[in-house]
């Protein structure tokens, strides 16, 4: 093992990133540096991301961003030992702009290419700011994705239960929306809901008490609805209270599906830790709700910085890091992949 250097390219959905990571040969990591930009000026006009602008967008910048993400790190292309991409899932035409750019530069000063799956780099954030390693057990919550897994070791995610309907960022971004609270919607939620009554409405618990660590958003959402138009033109102080009942439930909801995650969990024997990754784990209610039940539960907690759980090229780049070391490397040949479950 020797030390890496490793630039990691994200462009699967509607921000344009790139950062260097530096992994030492005990497998710990460094961030050197980091750059997003986010594309939602260009989107906001029609409230949710337009593949075809995203893609359009992508390729406008991403030579720049590559060129800032090594000017901050004081690099230049000849110090990386590889380079990295999300690979998929996500929106083609976007994860299509990053691998193809990752290749380039791959052939071009002939280091090694890896092809990295979107989720996992969620998934192993928390090696990168805490040199925390697998097994743990992994809530995933994203603007796609709301799932349980357990990492057994590295590169072993076994599917323990998701959801049915919505993503939970999804239903975040759907109340927003309902709302006129604007693009992207969860943050705008979490803003709203800040001095608002999370016991004012009284909004469903799907699935609460059932064995199986499933979700599912979508009555939550069609209730939040309901209370919309019952209160139209619905004041400001109704949109705080309704968006605190909503984090109230939603959080509620997943401590609720969290504890017969850890059931199933413990059956492996696996040492107690939670980690929660993704856009929605920056939402501090969401950490909050998870941290009660590590506490009654005796897990330890982990989540990243609320600025490396949205999408962002460190975990990219660390993810990658993390195959090259592993000897995982990519041929130019590896294909982009809308649909890619870990
Ligand atoms: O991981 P991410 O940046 O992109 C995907 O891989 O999907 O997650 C984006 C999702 C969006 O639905 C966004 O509304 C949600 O994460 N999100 C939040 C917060 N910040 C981002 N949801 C709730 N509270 C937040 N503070
Ligand atoms: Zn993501």
């Known amino acids: 093992?020797?030390?890496?250097?490793?630039?990691?390219?994200?462009?699967?959905?509607?921000?344009?990133?790139?950062?260097?990571?530096?992994?030492?040969?005990?497998?710990?990591?460094?961030?050197?540096?980091?750059?997003?930009?986010?594309?939602?000026?260009?989107?906001?006009?029609?409230?949710?991301?337009?593949?075809?602008?995203?893609?359009?967008?992508?390729?406008?910048?991403?030579?720049?961003?590559?060129?800032?993400?090594?000017?901050?790190?004081?690099?230049?292309?000849?110090?990386?030992?590889?380079v990295a991409a999300t690979a998929g899932p996500g929106l083609i035409g976007g994860v299509l702009v990053g691998l193809v750019t990752a290749k380039a530069i791959a052939l071009v000063h002939d280091i090694p290419l890896a092809a990295v799956n979107h989720l996992e780099g969620h998934a192993l954030t928390v090696g990168l700011t805490e040199g925390l390693r697998p097994p743990y057990l992994l809530l995933l919550v994203s603007g796609g994705h709301t799932e349980f897994l357990k990492v057994g070791g590295a590169f072993q995610y076994e599917k323990l239960g998701g959801t049915i309907d919505d993503a939970l960022g999804?239903?975040?971004?759907?109340?927003?929306?309902?709302?006129?609270?604007?693009?992207?919607?969860?943050?705008?939620?979490?803003?709203?809901?800040?001095?608002?009554?999370?016991?004012?409405?009284?909004?469903?618990r799907p699935l609460a008490g059932r064995p199986r660590p499933d979700f599912s958003f979508s009555g939550l959402k069609t209730a939040v609805r309901q209370v919309a138009l019952t209160h139209a033109p619905v004041s400001r102080q109704v949109a705080a209270d309704l968006c605190a009942s909503?984090?109230?439930?939603?959080?509620?909801?997943?401590?609720?599906?969290?504890?017969?995650?850890?059931?199933?969990?413990?059956?492996s024997g696996l040492p107690r830790r939670l980690?929660?990754?993704?856009?929605?784990?920056?939402?501090?209610?969401?950490?909050?709700?998870?941290?009660?039940?590590?506490?009654?539960?005796?897990?330890?907690?982990?989540?990243?910085?609320?600025?490396?759980?949205?999408?962002?090229?460190?975990?990219?780049?660390?993810?990658?890091?993390?195959?090259?070391?592993a000897g995982l490397v990519d041929g130019l040949d590896v294909a982009a992949r809308a649909r890619w479950p870990i």
């Open 246 to 267: 909503f984090q109230k439930a939603a959080g509620d909801v997943v401590r609720d599906r969290l504890r017969a995650a850890m059931t199933i969990y413990e059956a």
């Open 170 to 204: 999804e239903a975040f971004d759907k109340v927003a929306k309902m709302l006129g609270l604007g693009f992207p919607g969860g943050p705008a939620v979490e803003r709203t809901a800040a001095s608002g009554d999370p016991y004012r409405f009284d909004l469903p």
């Open 275 to 325: 980690v929660v990754a993704g856009g929605v784990a920056s939402n501090r209610t969401l950490r909050t709700a998870l941290l009660k039940e590590c506490e009654a539960s005796e897990y330890t907690f982990h989540a990243p910085p609320p600025g490396l759980c949205t999408d962002n090229a460190a975990m990219i780049a660390w993810a990658g890091a993390n195959r090259i070391a």
């Open 1 to 82: 093992d020797r030390e890496l250097t490793v630039l990691g390219i994200e462009t699967s959905c509607d921000e344009t990133a790139a950062a260097i990571v530096r992994r030492d040969p005990f497998g710990n990591g460094t961030l050197l540096s980091s750059i997003i930009r986010s594309q939602f000026k260009d989107h906001e006009a029609y409230g949710g991301v337009v593949p075809e602008i995203a893609a359009r967008a992508h390729v406008q910048v991403v030579d720049k961003i590559v060129e800032a993400a090594l000017n901050e790190a004081k690099l230049d292309f000849g110090d990386l030992d590889g």
